[in-house]
C-alpha cells in the first residue's frame, strides 16, 4: 500500500482504526497509569472513551454525518455539506491531536489537561440537544454518551474536584474550555452549511 492509498484507507476507516486502538489504550491505561497516577489516568482515560463514541457515530450504519445533514440540516442529500473530508479532519484533529497532546501535557502538569473531562461530559450533552433538535428518539453517538460519556466525564470533574485539582467545579477556566470547543462544533457546521447552500 502507497501512500496515497494508505491515506484513502485512513481517511475512510479512521473511526475503525480509533476503535481497535482504544482497547490498547485502555489495556496500557489499567495496566500501567493507574498504579502510577490516578489523576494523569482520569484525564488520559477521556481519550479511549471518546474514540468508543466516534465509532457509534462513524462505523455503524446510517452514522452521524447523515442524520446531521439530513435531520438537522434538513436536506436530501446525505454526503453533504458534512462530507468524508470536513467529517475526517475535525475528528482526527481534535481527539487524536489535540486531545492526546493536552493530556500528555498533564504529566508536566495537571492543568493542561483538566478540560478534557469537561469536553466529553459536554460532548455527550450536545447528542441529548441534538436528540432534541431533530425529534428523535436516537442519533448516533447517543448510547454512548448517555453511557459512557456523560457519566464517566461527570465522575470525572467530581474526582478531580474531591481531590483539590480542580477548586470549584463550576468556577474554573476548564469548564469554559470544555464547553467552548463543544459550542464551536455547530457553529463550524453552521459555516459549512451556509457556504453550502452559495454554491
Not at 58 to 64: A, E, L, Q, W
Not at 101 to 128: C, D, E, M, R, T
Request: proline fraction near 5%; aromatic fraction near 20%; charge should be positive.
Amino acid at each position: 500500500m502507497n501512500i496515497p492509498e494508505y491515506y484513502r484507507w485512513l481517511k475512510r476507516d479512521w473511526a475503525k482504526v480509533g476503535f481497535i486502538f482504544s482497547f490498547f489504550l485502555f489495556a496500557f491505561l489499567f495496566i500501567f497509569v493507574l498504579k502510577e497516577d490516578i489523576i494523569l489516568f482520569v484525564i488520559l482515560l477521556q481519550i479511549p472513551l471518546y474514540m468508543l463514541h466516534q465509532t457509534e457515530e462513524y462505523v455503524f450504519p446510517g452514522g452521524f454525518r447523515k442524520f446531521f445533514n439530513t435531520k438537522i440540516f434538513k436536506l436530501k442529500t446525505e454526503d453533504e455539506p458534512l462530507n468524508q473530508n470536513f467529517i475526517f479532519f475535525l475528528n482526527v484533529l481534535l481527539i487524536w491531536i489535540i486531545l492526546p497532546v493536552f493530556a500528555l501535557l498533564s504529566i508536566k502538569n495537571y492543568q493542561y489537561g483538566l478540560w478534557i473531562p469537561y469536553f466529553v461530559f459536554f460532548g455527550g450533552i450536545n447528542h441529548i440537544l441534538l436528540a432534541i433538535k431533530a425529534k428523535k428518539l436516537y442519533n448516533p453517538g447517543l448510547i454512548v454518551s448517555l453511557f459512557v460519556n456523560i457519566p464517566i466525564g461527570l465522575w470525572s470533574i467530581l474526582f478531580l474536584t474531591d481531590k483539590g485539582v480542580i477548586n470549584n467545579f463550576f468556577l474554573n477556566p476548564y469548564l469554559a474550555i470544555g464547553f467552548g470547543i463543544n459550542a464551536l462544533l455547530p457553529i463550524l457546521g453552521m459555516i459549512v452549511l451556509k457556504n453550502y447552500k452559495r454554491k
